[in-house]
């Protein structure tokens, strides 16, 4: 980006920060996450560290807080408000503690550090003046504003119940007190007064989070509102000079003192004396977040030493000796590179936006779903835009919202195509759906798409076959139809440019493994349109197939150069059903009764029954048959079935489960787990960043558990 473009996309940049600062901190809307918001100012910081000549005053990089909104009287704060710098990763700690040591100068010093959370609420110092009676009261409250000065809100704050209105010292405390003393912190609002408050509010009035709840509370003009809404308070900082006269020499005593005197401090916190540590109580918080009945969105890391505190200073805005580690965004913005469509192994053909590279949630994000054509004139998202991009829990990231007032010029909208992008069959859209599909049953994009689908992790899991091994089988073809990878053979393999001996043993020993596959794995492996992998469970399941007790041989070990195996394997024991007698059955079956097997609706049974009826599909399950290829019989039915009827959501990481063993865990004891959130939930799973999915919960008052909860349900 040259010097011209940088200037255009500053400006750009400020106006949208500005808009939504003034919206959330003084408006109290979120018009967009504070993950957006902070996206876009990292952009911002980067932009003006390559072109520090384009950095004025009025940049948000160069102010602390939001501007004020002129209702509420301004004072001139005692010490101006400083704020944190953020950092997203470990090595950004490992980064900060380097810059410590340059700063000191004085070679590797070892640092103590107090870990805090970091209270998502809004900043506020208490100002106390010492009286003649030798008791310091409350006299005034200031939010942070814009660091010099901010909005004077003493009658609202008055009322938090858990702040002193007046505090002695404790003994042997200085014998020359300060006349003002400065206490700072957030005001924060619990999660279950937020859903109280919201309960009496009119759908527009909603407040969209507990912070903006706070925050829209405590600029009140009458006090008697705050009052009613249960705010509270966490108090962390002091002013210096009260600091001193008190002999406070570390964070952890300064703590120590707000709690002597009656101020409220959290006390989940933890004095550290490495990175390491900081990192390890950065994943404990994040195990425990979703537990506490306030909203965090980090820790806080502090360098405990106050001396050491005065050595590292300030940038112009923020202290060296501090860091906020916050926790992976789950929404950011990106620029859209390209929109892509992809055809899949159903012939639907869906568009993709190709962003440049953006962290989120722990991963780095270069392709987000627009879903369909109606999506993309929804969003009126085109190449060159600015997008936010989301990802909760499991959900593959998607484009969210379009920032058009960051839009470059000479944009044009993007019009979805009328033929395959593969074959050029020309696309249809039926009746009642939003997908354009391509009707050719020959597609090579998605033939690809379905074997890619054939041999996955959840259908049958044949390790080696990844994306470009299978373009290559098809190309050759090797491979026609999924059937067909259980006749290669080493001959087939070893030539082609991507094998080598090793591979092609590992590849044809994973195939032979295959030959056995659970039950449902074998039917979600089909790709049948409307059958997921929760309904091919509930089908596998619930339909009493026939099965029979087999004596397999299971192969250890390939001849190099020869298509057989070698002499080395193993005879097992396996109950299954074998695939001819799943075609008879499912013959006899009416879609009605499927439809009725509870969990599976006419939609998806009409949709298999229908693939069982087509000759082509019989044929490919006829030369599977003949490859030795059974399923096996659904485990769990065993356990009591204390989950039937119950229907479950998964969502988020969980400490010790994974998501599919959650899920296993839940349908062996006959519940049902579905994708989604609705009236029909009897139980959300929660793990750590669930996303959306915990607000439909709320909505809808579904109940919801953590791991331990659901372990000790699951044992009935």
Known sequence: MNREEALRRIGKLKNEIWKFNRAYFIENKTLVSEDVRDALKQELIALEKEHPDLITPDSPTQRVGAPLDGRLPKIIHMTPKESLTDIFSEAELKDWEDQMHRALGEGKRKFAFRCELKIDGLNISLIYQYG???????????????GIEGEDVTH????IESLPLAFTLPE???AHPPKFMEISGEVFMMKAALKKLNAKLEESEKFANPRNAAAGSVRQLDPSVAA?????MFCYALDTKTADAMGIKTQQELMEFLDAIGIPTNHESKLVSSIEEIQRYFEHVRQMRERLPFDIDGIVAKVNDRKMQRDLGSTAKAPRWARAYKFPAEQKTSIVKDIVLQVGRTGAVTPVAHLTPVLLAGTTVTRATLHNEDEIQRLDVRVGDTVIVQKAGDVIPEVLQVLPDLRPRGSKPFHFPLHCPSCSTKLVREEGEVVRRCPNPKCAAARQERIEHFVSRYAFNIEGLGKETVEELINEEIVVDPSDIFTLTYEDLITLPLFKEKKTEKILLAVERARRVPLDRFLFALGIRHVGRETADLLARRIEWPTHALTISEKKAVKSQQSLFGGEEEKLEIRAVKIEEICKLVSKISPEDLGNIQGIGSISATSFHEWFSDEDNL?????????????LQPEGGSLPQIFAGKTFVVSGSLPTLSREEARQMIKDRGGNVSGSVSKKTDYLLLGENPGSKLDDANKLGTKTLDEAAFLKLSKG
């Open 132 to 146: 003649k009676d030798g008791q310091y009261t409350y006299v005034r409250a200031v939010t942070r504003g814009n």
């Open 156 to 159: 609202t704050v008055r009322t």
């Open 172 to 174: 042997h405390s200085s």
């Open 228 to 232: 009613l809404r249960d705010l509270r």
């Open 619 to 631: 044929e490919i399950l006829g030369k599977l048959s003949r490859a030795g290829v059974v399923c």
